[in-house]
């Protein structure tokens, strides 16, 4: 059996012009009127671009790492039980990306397009408590130096790296410790936004996205040390 990778082309896919399309009209008619009249061009526009761009995707990043990934597309429907935002679906298209057969909390890769805008992102999104603990024995540790470099880096590359949770450094580490701002950390990503979204309808899409991901990698492969 021929595998869909093998049918589709990493150098020459990308996203139809129909995709942001559809994003920026379901932003302006977001309703279930309009996605009910609409949703067959949701199917071709979005839902199977996306399942072809995540087997693609997924085989580009066992090649950079060196590990299967499974894929997660997030579902279009929105969760408006606990919001007072009450629009019904997701005007952007969220896929992440995780390491196959990984127990407990592993760093994803994060794909993020909205109209006018694509966000590339890496990391843990919510450490539980074993990895925050280890995260924290770490950063007080021999690896605190390290990760601070590596974000360093990062931000002075132009990298957005996300902000640490908590006010304070929490209980039982020095208040004045040097690398207190990571210790006030819950989570780590780091970001690359691309305010030009036209790349996904461009041919050469995964090679660039994996180029963006290699320049991710750092954070990832300390966060997997832990």
């Not at 087997?55 to 950079?64: H, I, K, P, S, V």
């Not at 060196?66 to 597309?73: L, R």
């Not at 280890?134 to 957005?160: D, H, Y």
Request: charged letters at 25%; hydrophobic letters at 40%; a neutral charge.
């Amino acid at each position: 059996m021929v595998k869909q990778s093998e049918i589709l082309s990493a150098e020459t896919w990308h996203f139809p012009p129909e995709t942001a399309t559809f994003l920026e009209a379901l932003k302006a008619n977001n309703n279930r009127d309009w996605f009910a009249e609409n949703k067959s061009a949701y199917e071709q526009a979005v839902k199977l671009p996306a399942q072809q761009f995540c087997t693609l995707m997924a085989d580009a990043l066992a090649d950079l790492t060196g590990d299967i990934h499974d894929f997660k597309i997030f579902r279009v429907h929105r969760d408006v039980r606990f919001s007072k935002d009450k629009t019904p679906y997701n005007a952007h298209l969220h896929i992440s990306f995780l390491p196959a057969g990984r127990e407990g909390v592993s760093p994803a890769w994060f794909f993020g397009l909205e109209p006018g805008k694509l966000a590339l992102g890496a990391g843990v999104f919510g450490f539980d408590k074993q990895l925050l603990e280890k995260f924290r024995e770490q950063v007080a540790g021999s690896g605190g130096r390290e990760l601070a470099g590596i974000l360093n880096q990062m931000n002075n590359s132009g990298i957005r790296i996300s902000k640490p949770e908590l006010k304070r450094v929490p209980p039982g580490f020095d208040k004045d410790h040097q690398f207190a701002e990571n210790l006030r950390r819950k989570s780590l990503a780091v970001w690359i936004d691309l305010e030009n979204a036209d790349m996904v309808s461009e041919p050469n899409l995964v090679p660039s996205c994996t180029t963006s991901f290699g320049r991710l990698k750092p954070v990832v492969d300390w966060l997997q040390s832990l």
